[in-house]
C-alpha cells in the first residue's frame, strides 16, 4: 500500500523551530520528487490551493523554496530512512497550517503540479 505518513508538528512559541518528517511506505521516496504544502486556516473554505512551500528534486537533489521560507526553511532527504524531512526555524504565527508532503516526478519550483501520493498532514501552530 502507497502512503505518505507526515510527524512532527504541534505548538511552538514565535521564534521557535521544529521538524517535520514525511516517511513513505510501498515505494521508495528516492525515484520521486518530494514537495511540502501547507493550508492555512480558513483558506480551504475561501476556496484556496494549499500553498507551495519547498521541494526537492529526485534527479540532482535541487531544491525549491516559496520566498515566504527562504532562509528560515531547509527540506532534506534520508534516503535510508525513506525519509523527507522539513526543518522549520524562525518560526511566525502566519506559518500556522496544516502541513502536507507530496510526491510527484519532477519539481515545478514549489507549485502543486503532477503530485500523485499525497500524506494526511500535520498540524502546525505558532502562538505564544
Known amino acids: 500500500q502507497v502512503q505518505l505518513v507526515e510527524s512532527g508538528g504541534g505548538l511552538v512559541q514565535p521564534g521557535g523551530s521544529l521538524r517535520l518528517s514525511c516517511t513513505a511506505s510501498?515505494?521508495?521516496?528516492?525515484?520521486?520528487?518530494i514537495g511540502w504544502f501547507r493550508r492555512a486556516p480558513g483558506t480551504e473554505r475561501e476556496g484556496k490551493e494549499r500553498?507551495?512551500?519547498?521541494?526537492?528534486?529526485?534527479?540532482?537533489?535541487?531544491?525549491y523554496y516559496a520566498d515566504s521560507v527562504k532562509g528560515r526553511f531547509t527540506i532534506s532527504k534520508d534516503n535510508a530512512k525513506n525519509t523527507v524531512y522539513l526543518q522549520m526555524n524562525s518560526l511566525k504565527p502566519e506559518d500556522t497550517a496544516v502541513y502536507y508532503c507530496a510526491a510527484t516526478r519532477r519539481c515545478v519550483d514549489v507549485y502543486p503540479i503532477g503530485y500523485r501520493y499525497w500524506g494526511q498532514g500535520t498540524q502546525v501552530t505558532v502562538s505564544s
Open positions: 500553498e507551495g512551500v519547498s521541494c526537492t528534486s529526485r534527479i540532482d537533489g535541487t531544491t
Open positions: 510501498g515505494f521508495t521516496l528516492d525515484d520521486y520528487a
